[in-house]
């Protein structure tokens, strides 16, 4: 694993997901799945998508009491995704009951990750209504060690807090960062944009991207170019 793109399936149902990843005719890109699609489509579209050979990054960012989070993660490993994620701030015990959970019965799971701080909670929300008084950056870095101590794999973050986040954590905890665009594209509604090129050199592992490939004229050139971007 490492270096790709993951496309952010953020569609409302199957038959407009599967129209979208039947254009890329004899590839089989990474893609994540939300709330929206899973909420919308239940468990059934992860072993889909799963059979039609792509890999899959199950986005459903959990956080409750730890013994929920474990029969929850237990669940979910059936399902065979890649990559899934919860909320650092659950705490570390609920990290590593979401380990346990996730182990399957041969000893194999997939990939988890956690979300630090959102990127739509800016410092003056963390500080008002949080009340977590830290910069919002060391609190990204500090949950970022809560995770590498629970022995996860790697955080959803920022390329720009890539960099550091590997020479704390470690050069093989995971990056994986959303908030991408060209160069030459809509920002949309993402406050600090990166390009797949600029996430490379920052040394993000993953990067997720939605718009930019899923609303282009032409999705499959959009994707390729941000492959090449990002990895050459
Ligand atoms: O369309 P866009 O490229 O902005 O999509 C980015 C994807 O990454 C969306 O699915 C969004 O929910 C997700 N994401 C994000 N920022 C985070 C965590 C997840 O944009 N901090």
């Known amino acids: 694993m490492g270096k790709d793109v993951i496309i952010a399936c953020d569609f409302s149902g199957a038959a407009e997901t599967f129209g979208f990843l039947d254009l890329f ?38 956080h409750d009491i730890p013994n929920t989070v474990k029969k929850a993660m237990r669940v979910l490993s059936q399902l065979d995704a890649d990559i899934t994620n919860l909320h650092a701030a659950g705490t570390a015990a609920m990290m590593r009951a979401a380990l346990e959970g996730l182990m399957r019965p041969d000893g194999t799971r997939p990939l988890l990750i956690a979300v630090t701080q959102l990127t739509s909670t800016d410092e003056t929300a963390m500080h008002n209504e949080l009340l977590i008084d830290r910069p919002l950056n060391e609190v990204v870095l500090h ?43 809509d920002t949309g509604d ?20 939605g718009r930019p490939i899923t609303q282009a004229a032409d999705p499959v050139s959009a994707y390729l170019r941000c492959v090449k971007e990002f990895t050459e």
Do not use: W
């Not at 089989?28 to 890999?55: C, N, S, T």
């Not at 720009?160 to 905890?173: D, K, Q, T, V, Y």
């Not at 993402?190 to 991207?209: F, N």
């Open 190 to 209: 993402q406050k600090r944009v990166t390009t797949p090129e600029k996430a490379r050199e920052l040394g993000s592992d993953y990067i997720v991207v």
């Open 25 to 62: 005719t004899g590839k089989k890109p990474f893609v994540k799945i939300g709330m929206e699609l899973f909420y919308a489509e239940g468990p059934q579209i992860v072993r889909d998508i799963k059979a039609r050979g792509h890999r899959i990054f199950l986005d459903l960012k959990l």
């Open 143 to 185: 949950y970022a060690q809560n995770a590498a101590a629970a022995r996860l794999d790697g955080v959803v973050c920022s390329p720009l807090e890539a960099g550091i986040i590997h020479e704390r954590c470690g050069s093989g905890f995971l990056t994986v960062t959303p908030g991408i665009r060209f160069a030459d594209g």
